[in-house]
Nanobody, 122 residues
Framework: VQLQASGGGLVQAGDSLRLSCEAS????????VGWFRQAPGKEREFVAA????????YYAASVKGRFTISRDNAKNTVYLQMINLKPEDTAVYYC????????????????WGQGTQVTVSS
């Protein structure tokens, strides 16, 4: 499965953005999908994950209450709605997918897309 992340940009603190992760190659309606981010000089970190049917979602403490992950399996797309963005949210955001549900806990996703840059100015 190939993943394409999009929707990044330059925004001001307090603004909102919605990232999209579109899958191709095979339908991924049975896959768990996650969002990760990597800031300059830092390790990649988990942001959010969603199970195959959207029934369960998981968030990093730093984004809980501000970010919402959702999916539209008919469109092979997973979204990350981000509100009240902060400068510390600045990073390259990546989406990932895996058929194993355990990845929402261990974050060891198999398939990765290219990143999309999110820059939040103060």
């Amino acid at each position: 499965v190939q993943l394409q992340a999009s929707g990044g940009g330059l925004v001001q603190a307090g603004d909102s953005l919605r990232l999209s992760c579109e899958a191709s190659g095979r339908t991924f309606d049975s896959y768990a999908v996650g969002w990760f981010r990597q800031a300059p000089g830092k390790e990649r970190e988990f942001v959010a994950a969603i199970v195959w049917n959207g029934g369960n979602t998981y968030y990093a403490a730093s984004v809980k209450g501000r970010f919402t992950i959702s999916r539209d399996n008919a469109k092979n797309t997973v979204y990350l709605q981000m509100i009240n963005l902060k400068p510390e949210d600045t990073a390259v955001y990546y989406c990932a997918a895996d058929p194993k549900i355990i990845v929402v806990f261990n974050h060891k996703f198999t398939y990765w897309g290219q990143g999309t840059q999110v820059t939040v100015s103060s």
